[in-house]
């Protein structure tokens, strides 16, 4: 609970600090665009399930107050992540687990995936190394609005030929979830604009099962993305 408290004020912190120390250093706003791709699953207190790739994309903008090291960014994401080889335990009941087993004997797997709109709010820690070039540490908090879940079932009717079967298991997960981010970047200055490249860990700190008498379960993931911005000084 604490955990979830501190990354939810860190964002406001620095907003404080950009706009009290920034004013007397020149300041740059960069508005782009970023996306790649990522690798996540979903955990319960004891198992962490096989990774499942995905992709995010989207616009953000970021403040970044002159000489002062830190600067704070806001990205809006459109992303689809999940989990493969999840347990049917997790979001079926026993009847259609068994309905699985007694009419789909060919029954191999069960995946999960998930489409949302993420908006992170990161504090940054700028390292100049050269001209026109610099790193980033940063961390922070996101709020993810889950647009649509689904579990995808697999048979192998026949060896090496795999029939999917699709459920919409929306109303069975969280609409909405919160979750901390750590990551590090870098930026290539091309006056007036620049490349952008980020690796950070999304920790689920939300349950996303709305399942009653359901096992608890997060969502965590590793992100790689590239970015094009344009620079207003």
């Not at 026109?132 to 922070?140: E, R």
């Not at 399942?211 to 997060?218: H, L, M, P, T």
Request: hydrophobic share 40%; net charge negative.
């Amino acid at each position: 609970m604490m955990k979830k408290k501190v990354l939810k004020i860190l964002p406001l912190i620095a907003i404080i600090l950009t706009l009290c120390i920034g004013k007397t250093h020149a300041q740059r706003l960069l508005i782009g665009a970023k996306g790649g791709i990522n690798y996540g699953s979903i955990a319960t207190n004891t198992t962490y399930y096989e990774l499942k790739s995905g992709s995010s994309s989207g616009l953000y903008f970021e403040f970044i107050p002159g000489s002062f090291p830190l600067s704070l960014a806001l990205e809006t994401n459109y992303l689809t992540y999940g989990a493969e080889e999840i347990e049917e335990a997790l979001i079926f009941d026993e009847a259609e687990i068994l309905n699985n087993y007694l009419f789909n004997q060919y029954y191999k797997s069960t995946n999960i995936s998930f489409t949302a709109i993420d908006v992170p709010m990161l504090i940054k820690l700028n390292l100049h190394l050269k001209a026109g070039v610099s790193a980033s540490l940063y961390g922070g908090s996101s709020f993810t609005y889950i647009l649509n879940a689904n579990a995808i079932q697999e048979y192998e009717m026949i060896i090496d030929q795999t029939t999917v079967s699709n459920f919409d298991i929306t109303e069975r997960v969280a609409e909405s979830a919160y979750t901390g981010i750590v990551g590090l970047g870098g930026i290539f200055d091309i006056d007036p604009l620049a490349l952008t490249f980020d690796v950070r860990y999304r920790i689920g700190l939300t349950d996303l099962n709305n399942y009653y008498g359901k096992a608890d379960f997060k969502s965590h993931s590793v992100h790689v993305m590239l970015g094009l911005a344009y620079i207003i000084e």
